[in-house]
Nanobody, 122 residues
Framework: QVQLVESGGGLVQPGGSLSLSCTAS????????MGWYRQAPGKQRELVAT???????NYADSVKGRFTISRDNAKNTVYLRMNSLKPEDTAVYYC????????????????WGQGTQVTVSS
């Protein structure tokens, strides 16, 4: 079982910044992709950013140039630095981690954090 613990989030004014972090623990062989998704009220969950074990990144167009995803492989932790926040960034942000529980190719796992609220409002 893979557990994810998220921290960060909260209330910030438009134009402000926030940072999120997510640490994976439990039983796993590898951590491959790590990422952040978000879900606003009444909307579907959407990708925010992902990062591979080799630190290749991918961002949603709506956050490019404002958000930065990074990871510390030694700490099994992924970060999301959010700058120039807008009211439309308001959502519950979820951490996602994918990898393998063992050397077997059938041992793929896909774990989600509990979510953390980010509210951008004046």
């Amino acid at each position: 079982q893979v557990q994810l613990v998220e921290s960060g989030g909260g209330l910030v004014q438009p134009g402000g910044s926030l940072s999120l972090s997510c640490t994976a623990s439990g039983s796993f062989f590898t951590i491959n992709a790590m990422g952040w998704y978000r879900q606003a009220p009444g909307k579907q969950r959407e990708l925010v950013a992902t990062i591979t074990s080799g630190h290749s990144t991918n961002y949603a167009d709506s956050v490019k140039g404002r958000f930065t995803i990074s990871r510390d492989n030694a700490k099994n932790t992924v970060y999301l630095r959010m700058n120039s926040l807008k009211p439309e960034d308001t959502a519950v942000y979820y951490c996602n981690v994918r990898g393998y529980r063992s050397h077997l190719p059938t041992s793929l796992y896909d774990a989600w954090g509990q979510g953390t609220q980010v509210t951008v409002s004046s």
